[in-house]
């Protein structure tokens, strides 16, 4: 709940209630503020994070084959809308100088750069630059597949649609057939 000002979400949130045509005294609605204050706590908490930090994590196991989690769900909130996005994460990588992390970690890598006003590219983009830069691998592939409520519920109304991004980095990138078998790993 750290570095969120609860007061000042409370005060904006009853006026979006107001400028709405809300009456943010009814019953019902006493409560709201304090409500999506402790939320945006919630949703925005890798705001102020550094998501390699979730990296820190280190083995040192010489195994220099591929590691991949695969289905790694997450909610994000659009920058431009604040309205959820969300999917899921494949993140793949090589080690290398026997340097391996943590299983979970690369889950909680995947949950702080989400837990911001984001854009699906920069998510899967910060979810491998952070590989490259605290493990030093070989290789690192990342596909995110994710559907975004402001596409779904307003706008131009597209439910079900699913965007699919992707970021390597390493061998993968200078190996195209590394990358079609980590992507069809993910895919399957
Ligand atoms: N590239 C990218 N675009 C996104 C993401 N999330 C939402 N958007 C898009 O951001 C765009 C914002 O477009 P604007 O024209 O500024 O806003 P808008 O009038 O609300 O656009 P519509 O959604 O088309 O109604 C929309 O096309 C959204 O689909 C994302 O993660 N990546
Ligand atoms: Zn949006």
Redesign the pocket.
């Known amino acids: 709940m750290a570095h969120v000002d609860q007061e000042k979400i409370q005060a904006a949130v009853r006026m979006i209630l107001e400028a709405v045509g809300e009456n943010p005294d009814r019953e019902g609605l006493l409560e709201t503020p304090a409500r999506v204050g402790r939320l945006y706590a919630e949703v925005f908490a890798g705001l102020h994070q550094d998501p390699r930090e979730q990296l820190q994590t280190i083995f040192n196991e010489d195994h220099n084959e591929l590691v991949l989690v695969k289905d790694i769900t997450f909610y994000s909130m ?4 604040l309205v959820p ?1 969300f999917g899921k994460a494949h993140v793949a990588y090589i080690p290398q100088g026997a340097k391996i992390t943590g299983l979970s970690k690369l889950a909680r890598l995947v949950e702080s750069a989400a837990r911001r006003p ?6 899967t983009a910060t979810v491998a630059d952070s590989l490259v830069d605290q493990l030093d691998p070989l290789g690192v592939a990342v596909m995110v597949e ?1 559907e ?1 409520m ?2 779904a519920m ?3 109304n597209k439910p079900g649609t699913k ?1 699919l ?1 992707t970021a390597v980095r390493g061998a993968f990138l200078e190996d195209s057939h590394r990358r079609a078998e980590v992507f069809q790993m993910m895919r399957q």
């Open positions: 659009c920058e431009h809308h996005f984001q854009l699906q590219e920069r998510l994710a975004h402001c596409m307003r706008g131009v965007t991004t």
